[in-house]
């Protein structure tokens, strides 16, 4: 039998799944740059030696990309892109997951599922070029160390001409926007007499009124770092909250 008969789906094209999370602008932004690129020919797949991740010591006799692994790859990066966390380059999805929704998993007749081809595309090619690190632990039950955890490397984004200096530059303003969130979230107290008073004038004076009750409430650390959009959101779900409590 040929090798063209016996491999399963020659074109495995990555799904994400259906009514999942919706993915940060930075997240679509990664899987553009990666969709437009050909990852499996890039010229690092040629260039970067193979380390054994077990010893260090570089692999001699190193299997190179076909043209059926290719294929694998392209898919298997956009799902890893889709599945990462920026903050700490964690794949969050186990290879069967990321084997199943870039098509590579395939049925037996009787019944039993393998994920061989995704699991050696990642130990036997994107691990030893340095494109992941496989993090394996212990598991309870077992004595058996398996890999639970994907970190994509630097090496990993350069497939795709994304450089650190832009990863950084969404990290600061995740990270700035994630802080600004946390205050607008704070907790604040408007007593009874206040919300009386709020529900009964009209909406810019009721504004205001508020505007002053948080002025009182926040730190000026807290109020610079929320900026005027960030005090004018916080403003406007407050008034919300008493419009439509009362």
Known sequence: MSRKNYICNLKPVFNPP????????????????????????????YTLLAIDPKTGNILPRFRRLN?????????????????????????????????????????SKMGNKSITRASRLINEFLEPMGFIKCKKEKTKFSSNYIPKKIFLTPIFFMLFHLSQSKINEYLFEYKKNSEILKIIEKKIFISFEDIKIISKIDEKSAKNKILNVLISCYTTNELTRMGPQGLKKKIDIEYNKIRNKY
């Not at 990666?34 to 010229?43: F, G, K, L, Q």
């Not at 392209?74 to 700490?88: G, K, P, T």
Request: proline share 0%; charged share 25%; net charge positive.
């Open 67 to 107: 043209e059926h692994r290719a294929c694998a790859m392209r898919a298997m990066v956009l799902a890893m892109i889709y599945h990462c966390n920026i903050e700490s380059n964690l794949v969050e999805a186990s290879i069967e997951k990321l084997s199943d929704q870039c098509g590579l998993s395939t049925i």
């Open 18 to 45: 259906k009514n999942d999370k919706k993915r940060s602008n930075f997240i679509n932004y990664a899987m553009k740059k990666a969709s437009e690129i050909d990852v499996a020919r890039s010229m690092l797949n």
